[in-house]
């Protein structure tokens, strides 16, 4: 017996949603393959959570197909929704009911057996640190806490393919590491796991990454690949006035685009040795002040505001 081609766990083609006059979705094409981790990033009104909702089959596109465990997801959103799980940015918790509470009704709901339940419920709570809360309610649990136990109960009934809607929004590192030690757990059992993120760390966590910009999908690519479609190196500037240092550095020779970034701007360059002098000299005359200047790695996010602002002009 050969092989059957390996098919991917979800596949997309032509994906198109529109509301209005608006594109929210506009030809979307990708895949997820089982035990992938696929991020898409992109800032708000790129239309990530529409995609989230047309894979979940909660909402119908205008045109393309949805392929998901090789059933037609537009054709057949029932059949679709067994094998898959979806957490909306939102995730509905009860928050008068505890956790085990919780947790007893999604299993339900799912029609999960009572044994399958527990043990599951049990592996992925220790795994995110929450045995201690198993009776707590879930109105009174940190924001951390209460995606976490989103994501148990999203898990209780084994799917094939998770989409998550920016899924650590609002909670604290500790808590994020759980919850993503958990999602490489998933991988290791052969779940594509979709997820919609603005955090420029977790989707470098991701396999591969589409970043999206109004309803676009501009590159897919791995985090590393994607990289190293980087422009040149990247100075930081830390100063006072760090829009007026951007105004100052943008238009030097030598620099491809400058970006604030918090209390910094972030200068691309096309040599950072060759050009710290001019930059130094330049916000000098300029009366700007500032702190340092130093060469920084690029990370995803100034990769990806470069990409963005390139594609804009
Ligand atoms: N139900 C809806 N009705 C009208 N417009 C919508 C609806 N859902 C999303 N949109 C619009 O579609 C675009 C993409 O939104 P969304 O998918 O929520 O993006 P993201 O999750 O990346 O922030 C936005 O312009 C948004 O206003
Ligand atoms: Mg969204």
Redesign the pocket.
Known sequence: MTDAPSRPAVEVRGLTKR?GA?T?VDSLGFACAAGEVFGFV?P???????IMRLLAAVMPPDAGSIVIEGVDAVREPERVRSHVSYMPQRFGLYEDLTVDENIAFFAELFGIRRNDRDARAARLLAASGMTPFRKRRAGQLSGGMKQKLGLTCSLIHTPKVLLLDEPTAGVDPVSRRDFWRILYGLRGEGVAIVV?TSYLDEAERCGRLGLMREGRMLYCDTPSALKALMPGEILAIAAPAPRAARDVVASLEGVGGAILMGDSVHVVVDGAARRLGAIEAALAAANVPFDEIERIAPSIEDLFVSLLTEKAE
């Not at 708000?44 to 529409?50: F, H, I, L, R, V």
């Open positions: 509301f608006r929210a992109g708000d009104g790129a239309g990530k959570t529409t919609a």
